[in-house]
């Protein structure tokens, strides 16, 4: 397994694999890796003749200092948990490589979808994300890039930024990995006790409750009661809890749309995102 640090390096590798016409499949990671990610530099894996896993913890994506401060840096065991897995390259940049003193940040519009949910709760974190994604897009010039449906808003940002850009990359989207119990896997989850671990699994019974009662309730009603659920439990702070339509992420209007749950909630001081199709 390759380890570069400077895009330059990345690229003289890339270019002779492109010359020699093979497909590139592109993992964009914050590290601390665990199954979820695992899960996608395997579906790589089986689309591309060559996988790049990045591994970066991207500043311009948070919105509170402390939050970047205290996210996992967990090189080590990353990279051993990569070559277990034939990952084939790792990408692991600098700030200063990806952000140089030149770099013009070039907005894209995304005609909304950014302005709900995390986008409303994180002002800036989806600029930050496509700031990031789109250059290593840029420099990188994969041919798929794997994005998993935890980040569901993520991946829908992500679609638009290349549709309006009209960047020529696959997105390829790929399914929730989950602990035992349900609760999404996340590099978070460390900073959770065994005891919050166990309690986190109620936020995955409750996506599931409302995958169950959607259709006899309304939207309105199933958001209602599972506020409800979760204001009995103090050590919960629900930050949202919305049904929206999973291509547009805008309210729902009718029960006809492609609907989807999605939730916010702090758990030990610990932010967990989940979500869920429900139709
Ligand atoms: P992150 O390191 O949190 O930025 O995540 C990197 C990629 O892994 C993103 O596309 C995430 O959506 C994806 N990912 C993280 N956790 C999971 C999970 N539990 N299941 C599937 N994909 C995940």
């Not at 994300?129 to 041919?143: A, D, L, S, Y």
Request: charged share 25%; hydrophobic share 40%.
């Amino acid at each position: 397994m390759l380890v570069y640090r400077t895009f330059g390096e990345l690229k003289t590798f890339l270019s002779k694999q492109v010359e020699e016409g093979r497909s590139i499949g592109f993992v964009p990671t914050m590290g601390a890796l665990h199954s979820g990610h695992i899960s996608l530099v395997k579906k790589s894996i089986d689309y591309s003749d060559i996988t790049v896993c990045s591994i970066f913890v991207n500043p311009t994506q948070f919105n509170v200092s402390s939050d970047l401060e205290k996210y996992p840096r967990t090189e080590k065991s990353d990279l051993k948990l990569l070559k277990e897995n034939n990952c084939d390259v790792v990408f692991v940049p600098a700030v200063e490589e990806v952000y140089p003193k030149k770099y013009v940040y070039q907005h894209v519009d995304l005609e909304g979808i950014d302005l709900v949910m995390e986008g409303k709760h994180r002002p800036g974190h989806f600029n930050g994300v496509v700031q990031v994604v789109g250059r290593f897009f840029e420099e990188i010039n994969p041919t798929y890039a794997f994005f998993g449906e935890k980040d569901f808003q993520q991946l829908a940002v992500i679609s638009k930024m290349v549709q309006n850009r009209k960047l020529n990359v696959k997105i390829v989207s790929c399914e929730i990995i989950r602990e035992d119990g349900g609760l999404a896997m996340s590099s978070r989850n460390i900073r959770l006790s065994p005891e919050g671990r166990k309690k986190a699994s109620f936020i995955s019974r409750q996506l599931s409750w409302a995958n169950h009662h959607f259709g006899k309730m309304n939207a309105e009603e199933v958001v209602h009661s599972i506020k409800n659920e979760f204001s009995k439990i103090p050590e919960f702070e629900l930050e949202y809890v919305e049904i929206a339509n999973s291509v547009t992420l805008q309210p729902i209007q009718t029960m006809l749309e492609p609907a989807r749950i999605f939730l916010a909630v702090e758990l030990e001081g610990v932010r967990l995102i989940d979500n869920c199709a429900i139709n």
